[in-house]
């Protein structure tokens, strides 16, 4: 296998576990977005319901998607100013970032 020269996005070491954070709050997110797909196909396709219907669980899982997304992004965006690393291997400004 022939080498690219690109380093890999994240590394897991014995200090930065910060790869475990993004690899899980990405399948979480594709889970929530996948079913969150399904059930609007379910409602709108199958049950035949008018496309106005949208009860009061679809309204809160909706809002609980949105603040799910919203959350993933946080979090993500905590990886990256040093979230799941040691202190030891974080710069000045990640630990400034991470005091925030």
């Given at each position: 296998?022939s ?7 994240e ?46 669980d ?13 959350q ?14 040691s202190?030891?291997?974080?710069t ?9």
């Open positions: 296998m080498s690219t020269g690109t380093a890999p996005m590394q897991i070491t014995a200090e930065d576990h910060g790869a475990y954070i993004i690899i899980t709050a990405g399948m979480l997110i594709s889970w929530t977005i996948l079913v969150f797909l399904m059930r609007m196909y379910i409602r709108f396709r199958i049950n035949g319901k008018s496309a106005g219907y949208f009860g009061h679809d309204t809160a899982f909706t809002l609980g998607a949105v603040i799910a997304i919203v993933t992004g946080v979090t993500l965006a905590a990886v990256k100013n040093g979230l799941g690393r202190a030891s291997i974080l000045p400004y990640q630990i400034e970032q991470s005091l925030q």
